[in-house]
């Protein structure tokens, strides 16, 4: 069974640009949850998608934002790059099941210059 | 707001020996728990859990004891090996809700 996929691992930007990274869930997942880590503030939870829907929101400002797809993939947008954006971006998916367990990918690394 | 709490950024611990992490939580509606380990360059992986019912549970090296009422848990790995020396993140939900709260994470060290 395939992990979950992101692209791009690495991308730098300047600030002012908009950036879109990209998650693939495991087959069969259809929750999708975003995380930025930070140096000292551990995983910081940005929204969660579920059936192409937002459940669940972290406190980031409205330049963060994201969709689902209805294969369940998922893609988030953070607008007017900020350089405290700069962070691993992490996917996680979930069956849902009783457990609950995220899986993540590797990430994306995203330096903002 | 910190609702979970891992006060200590670093350990090192000998080849051998038990590590052991702890974590603090101040929302008392988590009802389940886990801890991950990252590598560096790699996403996080599950290690272990335990739900609130619970106050131990076991797998192999590694045991998460919690204790509710001093909102504490804590993660034993006996014995410690040099591969195990990762970032280790607690973290929580409650409920249904998929949001996770993660710690700040302990580095952990095993020293050969």
């Known amino acids: 069974k395939a992990g979950v996929t992101q692209t791009p691992r690495y991308l730098i930007k300047t600030r002012g640009q908009q950036v879109t990274l990209s998650c693939s869930p495991i087959?069969?997942?259809?929750?999708v949850s975003w995380y930025q880590q930070t140096p000292g503030q551990g995983l910081q939870f940005l929204f969660e998608?579920?059936?192409?829907?937002?459940?669940n929101k972290g406190n980031f400002p409205g330049r963060f934002s994201g969709r689902q797809f209805s294969n369940s993939r998922s893609e988030m947008n953070v607008s007017t790059l900020e350089l405290g954006d700069s962070a691993l971006y992490l996917c996680a998916s979930t069956d849902t099941s009783g457990a609950n367990v995220l899986t993540f990918g590797a990430g994306s690394r995203l330096t903002v210059l | 707001d910190q609702q979970v709490k891992q006060n200590s950024p670093s350990l090192s611990v000998q080849e051998g020996r038990i590590s052991i992490l702890n974590c603090d939580y101040t929302n008392s509606m988590f009802d389940y728990f886990l801890w991950y380990k990252k590598y560096p360059a790699e996403g996080p992986t599950f290690l272990i859990s335990?739900?609130?019912?619970?106050d131990k549970n076991e797998d192999g090296r590694f045991t998460v004891f919690l204790n509710k009422s001093a909102k504490h848990l804590s993660l034993h790995i006996v014995p410690s090996q040099p591969g195990d020396s990762a970032v280790y993140f607690c973290?929580?939900?409650?409920?249904?809700?998929?949001?996770?709260?993660f710690g700040t994470g302990t580095k952990l060290q095993v020293i050969p």
């Open positions: 335990i739900s609130s019912i619970k």
């Open positions: 973290a929580a939900k409650s409920g249904g809700y998929q949001k996770v709260t």
């Open positions: 998608y579920f059936s192409e829907t937002q459940r």
């Open positions: 087959s069969g997942h259809r929750s």
